[in-house]
């Protein structure tokens, strides 16, 4: 079990920062807990009166942690604050907003509660230590899209704009535990083609612009997606990208590795080893794999057949991905580790779990390059003797 508390789950972001004693963006350090990033986003820019475009972040920290990254705000005024679940404090400027491309990692300090024992979870971190980790995308990368939908940008790319709606409404921003919004969703899409009335059973700004373009241009589905923030329209491509990619790396690992074993969680099953030969471990310890994009370079045919296959399983081509649909937003492809170490990896502590009778807790500190994924690791180590093996 982790994140208990927020504090069980720390992350300090590492970034390489052009701090200047003056600029056009100013730089800030926000700690925060019980907030999603772009949520906060978007609070901040009401509290201080500004607009959300002006705040501009480079990752997207954990809500059900404790989390420290760099922000700008595009204003000379100071905003420092401290409020009871985060705080704003501000360290220099910059001549450009914060950015993905300068971040080189997270610093991670995790609380691994309810444990039995420690000693199988020692054992596979001395294993991770020699033959590293997959790293698959986490189910949080795909947190705000509904599994059972379907993918958005799927529906993008199959120019199915009418479906693209549905299932944005359906999936974004829908709070599950909200018996209400989900009903009031429901009623929306059983009005489905009643403009007037979804307008009226319409919430927030974007909702409203979507239906409003639909009560003036009734069939213009295109249209009504532009009104959709490109934030999000960038997190949906984001997120069915590393879909397709989870799938390349699962069908290289069955193709290179016998005996791995399988971890069922939200977005699909991870697979993992326990040891690798040394042929296969040669070959994966350095190997990147492509993001999905009309243009795309792969290391070698065997990932290019793989991949083919995973298109013709999805009814895809290469083409597909040339949309300009939504032209604010389209897919890059970027190169992706598939094996990868915890760097300055240390233990703690070992203690009694002081949250659950006579278990145990273990805390681990460790950094990890930037998009890789700490549960991914605590995966691997929470893995038991002899989890469910897959055939190769």
């Not at 296969?280 to 009309?294: C, E, Q």
Request: glycine share 4%; aromatic share 12%.
């Amino acid at each position: 079990m982790i994140k208990a508390i927020p504090e069980d789950f720390v992350v300090e972001e590492i970034a390489e920062l052009p701090l200047t004693k003056t600029g056009e963006f100013r730089v800030y350090q926000l700690t925060k807990k019980n907030w999603t990033t772009p949520d906060l986003r978007r609070f901040l820019a009401k509290l201080l009166s500004i607009s959300p475009k002006a705040i501009a972040y480079g990752g997207k920290k954990d809500k059900h942690g404790l989390t420290t990254q760099y922000i700008t705000i595009r204003h000379q005024r100071d905003f420092t604050l401290e409020e009871k679940n985060f705080s704003l404090r501000s360290i220099g400027f910059m001549r450009k907003s914060m950015s993905p491309a300068l971040i080189q990692g997270n610093k991670f300090c995790i609380t691994i509660r309810n444990l039995k024992e420690v000693e199988s979870v020692l054992a596979n971190l001395e294993e991770v230590k020699v033959y590293g980790f997959p790293n698959f995308f986490d189910d949080q990368r795909f947190r705000g899209t509904d599994l059972s939908l379907g993918f958005f940008a799927d529906r993008v790319l199959r120019g199915h704009y009418n479906g693209a709606l549905q299932i944005f409404l359906q999936s974004q921003n829908i709070n599950r535990a909200d018996k209400k919004a989900r009903e009031r969703v429901a009623e929306i899409i059983a009005s489905w083609r009643d403009w007037e009335k979804c307008l009226e059973l319409a919430q927030g700004l974007t909702e409203k612009r979507i239906f409003h373009t639909l009560l003036l241009r009734p069939d213009d589905f295109l249209g009504a997606l532009e009104k959709i923030p490109r934030e999000e329209i960038s997190m949906a491509y984001a997120a069915f990208g590393s879909h397709l990619w989870n799938e390349l790396l699962r069908k290289l690992l069955t193709e290179k590795i016998a005996g791995l074993k399988e971890y069922q969680a939200e977005s699909g099953s991870f697979y993992f080893w326990k040891s690798l030969e040394e042929p296969v471990f040669d070959y994966l310890k350095n190997l990147k794999l492509p993001t999905p994009a009309a243009k795309m370079h792969f290391p070698d045919e065997l990932s290019r057949n793989l991949y083919l296959r995973v298109l013709e399983e999805n009814n895809l081509t290469f083409s597909s991905f040339r949309t300009r649909a939504l032209s604010r937003v389209f897919f890059r492809s970027f190169q992706r580790k598939v094996l990868i170490y915890p760097e300055n990896l240390e233990i703690v502590d070992k203690r009694a779990d002081e949250l659950h009778s006579k278990k145990k807790a273990l805390v681990l500190s460790f950094t990890l390059p930037r998009g890789a994924f700490a549960t991914m690791l605590i995966k691997r180590i929470l893995l038991p003797e002899e989890p469910q093996a897959i055939k190769a």
